[in-house]
């Protein structure tokens, strides 16, 4: 099973950036979508953005959409999530996700939680 580690959390205040990595060990994760999904405290967790298996087709929640930027390098095994103009409400931990079906497509992955996932990395900015 593959094995996803998150880098690149922190604090940091409104109209900042940050880049979330996300390593992946194991099985190959190549022919997988991978992706970010968020959780708040008290709140379930949602979907940020995902990005398909050839590294196209990338899928941004509404919320995340023109600040965020999601890429990947299979030849690293790696995902990483530009964020830009972070806003409070971009507080919570942000898990890296790998999808389960083969060449499914980032919408399709945005969609359920039974992905295999990381252990989450804080991100957390101040008004």
């Known amino acids: 099973q593959v094995q996803l580690v998150e880098s690149g959390g922190g604090l940091v205040q409104a109209g900042d950036s940050l880049r979330l990595s996300c390593a992946a060990s194991?099985?190959?994760?190549?022919?997988?979508?991978m992706g970010w999904f968020r959780q708040a405290p008290g709140k379930e967790r949602e979907f940020v953005a995902a990005?398909?298996?050839?590294?196209?087709?990338?899928y941004y929640s509404d919320s995340v959409k023109g600040r965020f930027t999601i890429s990947r390098d299979n030849a690293k095994n790696t995902v990483s999530l530009q964020m830009n103009n972070l806003k409070p409400e971009d507080t919570a931990v942000y898990y890296c996700?790998?999808?389960?079906?083969?060449?499914?497509?980032?919408?399709?992955?945005?969609?359920?939680?039974?992905?295999?996932w990381g252990q989450g990395t804080q991100v957390t900015v101040s008004s």
């Open positions: 996700g790998a999808g389960r079906t083969p060449y499914e497509t980032s919408w399709t992955f945005s969609r359920h939680l039974s992905h295999t």
């Open positions: 194991g099985p190959t994760a190549r022919n997988y979508p």
């Open positions: 990005i398909s298996w050839a590294g196209g087709g990338n």
